[in-house]
Structures are given as structure tokens and as C-alpha cells.
């Protein structure tokens, strides 16, 4: 199974772009018109508990509904294509960087395949996996590779197809989530944190010359923090939802001091200790001497209020809210999609835009 390098289809092919988590589904397509790179179609919806557990399919049939209804509904045009590239819980995948000796891409199979197998805790018959070439460095070639077991992957590929799809790549979300909110153009060496706060977790991302070099999660989540408001307030989990929205963490025009933030500052401040032990431990690796650029904040809390300001003063670094149309050629239009409401969307956005063609539009 190929995640990055192997095309298993021509991209001049339509085809869009689907976010499967344990809470919802994303879809994302866009297309060209004049040159320029247009949004077709997108959609979400919720995924009820239990349907997806610690990255396995639980309930195919009802995921399938799910999906199908996500589709069917997308607009503001229909999706015209059923080539889909989804989306691999990071749960479930093993990313390593790994060095061998100076050889030929083509030759490297052999090695990778012993490297990657004595990194995982499965099988390697067990597994599906694949490989990218970085960066030579004292004589060695840097190799980032990654691997997912194949009940995963085989699972997905089915409620896929039973939803009359045409699977034509698998892809990490780190992968997806960089492509959309790192720049193209970024210099060699520039290195970015994307903190991305899901509905049940919060997952960091290290990018070093546009690859994720490490990834990990905690159970910081947007779930979380309405839990935390509903259960001290003593209202129900909607009503804090409404709260936390409303109010966020900012101070009032009268700069006192909000009581929400009151309630979830010890979430926030264990948040900020994570997100500077997640730098500290990316500088114990080899080759890890460039200091973080930015901290890209993304995912269903991101746009809490007050959120950046709170971040940006709590970290010694430059805090920045994730703009997933950074690699757009836009020319003078507006994307019909907010940026705080398309932050939700950046890993559906990055895996819609794996090739930046997206066929002629129709």
C-alpha cells in the first residue's frame, strides 16, 4: 500500500479528499478554473461514539451510511468523483526517520524493509509500508518511513468500497495537515509545530523542510474543555458547548478576567507544558539544531477565543492561527469557506490537494 510515492492512479483523474476520525467525517474537493484553484465541494458530519474506537471500524455498515449521507450532501456543486484519498488515524501509524548507506532509491528496498521491521512492534508481513528519501548527512541517507497494520487499513478500504468508492491512496493526517498549512516555499531547514486540537485529542506535528519528522498526541481535546465547563458550572454538555463559544478564554472590554478561563486554565497550562516538552524532545534527535519557526495552531479548537493570545504569551514562540489556503493560487477571489471555519477542515483540504491538479472542471 503506497502513501507517498507510488501513484496507483493518473491525478488528472477527478477525485476529492475525505477526513475520517472517530468524530466525523470531512470531505473536500476542489477544482481549476482559468488556472486558478477553486473549491467545489465540502461537507462534515458527526460520527456518534463507538462507531470508530482507538482507530478501528466498529460499525461498518453504519459508518458507510455516514459517509455516503456526508457525500450526497456536500456542496455548494456535487462531488463528481468516487476516486477518494482518506485519511489514516496517526494512532494507528508508525512514523520513523531512519539513516542507511549512500544507495540508489531504487536499491533501498531491501533495507528499508529491515529497518522498518525491527522499529515496530508487528510483523512485517502484518504491516503495509512505504518510505520517502530525505536529506544526506555524514555519509548516510536519511529516510523518513512509515507503516500501518493492514487490519487498519484493509477495514477502511472496505467501508470505502462499500459506499461505491474508488480507494486511490491512504494518507497519515500529518501528511494532509502539513501540506495544507506549512508553505511550499518554506527555506531549507525552517522548522513548525502544528498543534492540532481535535474533538477528542490534540496531536502534534514537527515539520522539518516541509516532513513530518515526529508526532504524538494527548488527550487534551475541544471535548474536553466543555466537559470541564458543563461539570463545574453544573449545566448540561450543550449549554457549555454555547458557553465556550460564546465567551471563549479572552478578557471582557473591561479587561477582567473571564471565568471560564478561570475554569480551564490548568487544561491550558498543561497544554503549554506539552507543547514545549514536544520541542525539547525533537532537539534531542540528530540533526535537530533549527529552532521552531512557528507554532501553527489548527483543529476544532482553534478558534476559541483568546486561545492564540493565551498560547503566544505562555510560550517562547511566535503562535499563529493555521491559514489552509497558504499554497493556494487564488488569484483576487475569496474562498467561499471562512478561514476559522476552513481551520476544521485542513486535513481534509491537504489530502483534496495531494496533486494539485483536480481534473477540468465540469
Known sequence: MAFWNKKIIS??????????????????????????????????????TG???????????KLGRIIRETISAAGPKRINAKNVICSIPESKVFLRTISIPNIKEDEAAEAVKWEIEAG??????????????LDQADGKQNVITVAVSK????????????????????????????????????????????????????????????????TSSI???????TDLIASQMGVDYQS???????????????????????LVRPLLENLSVEIEKTIDFYHTFPNSDSQ????????????????????????????????????????????????SDSISYATAIGLAMREMKYGDKT
Open 11 to 48: 491525478f488528472e483523474d477527478k477525485y476529492f479528499g475525505l477526513d475520517l476520525g472517530e468524530s466525523s467525517v470531512k470531505v473536500f474537493q476542489l477544482e481549476k478554473k482559468g488556472g486558478l484553484d477553486m473549491i467545489r465541494s465540502f461537507n462534515s458530519r458527526e460520527i456518534k
Open 51 to 61: 462507531y470508530i474506537e482507538n482507530g478501528r471500524i466498529i460499525e461498518p455498515e
Open 120 to 133: 515496530i512492534p508487528l510483523e512485517i508481513d502484518k504491516v503495509y509500508f512505504d518510505w520517502q528519501f
Open 151 to 214: 487490519e487498519v487499513v484493509d477495514d477502511l478500504v472496505a467501508v470505502l468500497e462499500s459506499c461505491d468508492l474508488a480507494v486511490c491512496g491512504l494518507e497519515m493526517e500529518s501528511i494532509s495537515t502539513t501540506r495544507s498549512l506549512v508553505p511550499r516555499s518554506s527555506e531549507k531547514g525552517k522548522v513548525y509545530l502544528v498543534v492540532d486540537i481535535g474533538a477528542l485529542k490534540t496531536s502534534f506535528i514537527i515539520i522539518q523542510d516541509g516532513v513530518p519528522c515526529f
Open 219 to 225: 488527550p487534551f481535546s475541544a471535548h474536553g474543555i
Open 240 to 262: 457549555a458547548e454555547k458557553i465556550k463559544l460564546s465567551q471563549g478564554i479572552e478578557h471582557n472590554a473591561e479587561g477582567k478576567n473571564n471565568p471560564i478561563l478561570g
Open 292 to 339: 521552531i519557526e512557528k507554532v501553527i495552531i489548527s483543529g476544532a479548537s482553534a478558534n476559541l477565543k483568546g486561545l492564540i493570545p493565551y498560547l503566544a504569551t505562555n510560550l517562547s514562540y511566535e503562535v499563529v492561527l493555521g491559514n489552509p489556503w497558504i499554497n493556494f493560487n487564488l488569484g483576487k477571489n475569496l474562498p467561499i469557506i471562512s478561514r
